[in-house]
């Protein structure tokens, strides 16, 4: 049975609601969701459907199922502020943008942190040239054991916490640092969503906060400059020297979280302004 992950820090009325990545977990988001709400947010972690339990949990659960996780946070939520921004890691990314694309009353502001349209980062296997196979490779049921397993650095640039982060991956624990490896299945779903994404970004009407590595491992800065080049709302460029793909808590977690902070206050400094 997979035990919830989710974390809820209450605080002022503008709400920032954090979406984790593909095979990962909440925990992944903490950090930054404690620095948010240290600068007076209230910060709600979502745990995605499949995720936290077993391969096979996740191989069970379809990116429709992904994305009814965050629509539901986001419906919840809604009722407790009055400025809710969304901020998602790497396929956490995609979900945070089509949420504001289905969803264009309900969000203030996007945080789109190390966007994963596809793995083509420095250090993802040549056979992800072949995504596009997988989606026909799950629905005939092949190859349902596979799995790309993660290589170091794990997106971190930080050595501790990379020695920690494996240690954790390889111990067991889902709920704690994500499964060790991304099942072919699994990412036959992300092609999807991706493909699904693509076409919903020019409905994203919503101001972004783009955040990405310049030499992330797992996502190659280019999938930061598809969301910039075709989504509608005014666009914000953070690019960071210092880390790889896991921004949220790599070794300039400090900045993405003050520059996603100060980028919602004046979102809503500004609202407020208007409706006064």
Same mark, same amino acid.
């Given at each position: ?7 809820? @820090? ?9 979406i984790h990545g593909l095979t990962g ?7 930054? &969701? ?11 972690? *979502? ?21 009814? +996780?965050?629509?539901a946070a986001a419906a919840h939520m809604?009722?407790?502020? $009055? ?6 890691? !790497? /396929? ?15 969000? !203030?502001? *996007?945080?789109?942190? &190390? ?5 083509? &980062? ?7 040239? @072949?995504?596009?196979?997988? =989606?026909? /490779? ?14 170091? =650095? ?17 111990? &067991? $624990?889902?709920?704690?640092?994500g499964l060790p490896g991304n099942p ?9 969503? !991706? ?6 970004? =020019? ?6 906060? %783009? ?15 598809? *969301? ?5 709302? =005014? ?7 210092? +880390?790889?793909?896991?921004?949220? %808590? ?5 900045? *993405? ?5 100060? @980028? ?13």
């Open positions: 049975m997979i035990q919830s992950a989710d974390f809820r @820090f209450e605080g002022s009325a503008n709400g920032v609601l954090l977990t909440p925990t992944e988001m903490r950090v930054l &969701g404690r620095s948010l709400h240290r600068q007076g947010f209230s910060v709600y972690g *979502v745990q995605l459907a499949g995720h936290c339990g077993s391969e096979e949990d996740l191989i069970a659960s379809r990116w429709q199922d992904w994305y009814a +996780s965050v629509d809604r009722e407790q502020v $009055d400025h809710l921004f969304v901020a998602g890691l !790497s /396929m956490g990314a995609l979900l945070a943008l089509l949420l504001a694309a289905e969803r264009p009353g309900w969000i !203030s502001g *996007v945080g789109v942190l &190390g966007a994963t349209f596809r793995y083509n &980062g420095w250090n993802t296997p040549w056979t992800s040239c @072949f995504s596009f196979l997988l =989606p026909a /490779m799950k629905r005939f049921g092949i190859a349902r054991k596979k799995m790309f397993m993660e290589e170091p =650095p794990y997106g971190l640039r930080d050595e501790r916490l990379r020695s920690q982060i494996s240690a954790a991956m390889q111990s &067991g $624990d889902s709920a704690a640092a072919w299945h699994a990412l036959a779903e992300l092609y999807l969503l !991706s493909r699904h994404v693509r076409r919903r970004l =020019p409905q994203v009407q919503a101001p972004c906060l %783009i955040a990405h590595a310049t030499e992330d491992d797992i996502a190659h800065v280019r999938n930061a400059y598809l *969301v910039a080049g075709r989504v509608s709302g =005014p666009v914000e460029m953070l690019l960071l020297e210092n +880390s790889y793909h896991m921004i949220t %808590i790599d070794r300039e977690r400090k900045l *993405v979280a003050n520059r996603l902070a100060e @980028f919602c206050n004046r979102i809503a400094a500004a609202d407020n302004a208007l409706a006064a």
